[in-house]
């Protein structure tokens, strides 16, 4: 009696197991989509904003820092939504607005010490 009360017990755990991760595949499954969905929705507005080139020089900036890319699509976004922006930015635009966000240009400026003889 005791052991078919135990594995009544054992089985009952092993679906409540597999109930439980069933449940977080489907939570990370439906997080997984919302952020499909919320990258297709900003990729369809970026291209409404952005001309090709523009377009392109972010997908440069996204490659070598996703997350500024991340920024810089949201406040065009926003942007767009307040009205402050033409229909659709150059790629002039877009490096004026790059600069104004990054503040000044840096200019790179290489020095070295030479060994004293």
Do not use: C, H, W
Request: no cysteine.
């Amino acid at each position: 009696m005791a052991d078919e009360l135990e594995e009544i017990r054992r089985r009952r755990m092993q679906q409540l197991m597999a109930q439980q991760m069933q449940g977080q595949q489907q939570e990370a499954m439906q997080e997984q989509m919302r952020e499909a969905e919320i990258n297709s929705q900003i990729k369809l507005i970026i291209g409404q904003i952005l001309s090709p080139e523009a377009r392109e020089r972010l997908s440069n900036i996204r490659l070598a820092r996703p997350s500024q890319a991340r920024q810089i699509e949201i406040l065009l976004i926003q942007l767009k939504q307040a009205g402050r922006l033409p229909a659709q930015l150059t790629d002039k635009d877009f490096k004026e607005i790059l600069l104004k966000i990054t503040g000044t240009r840096r200019e790179g400026k290489v020095s070295y010490n030479r060994p004293s003889e």
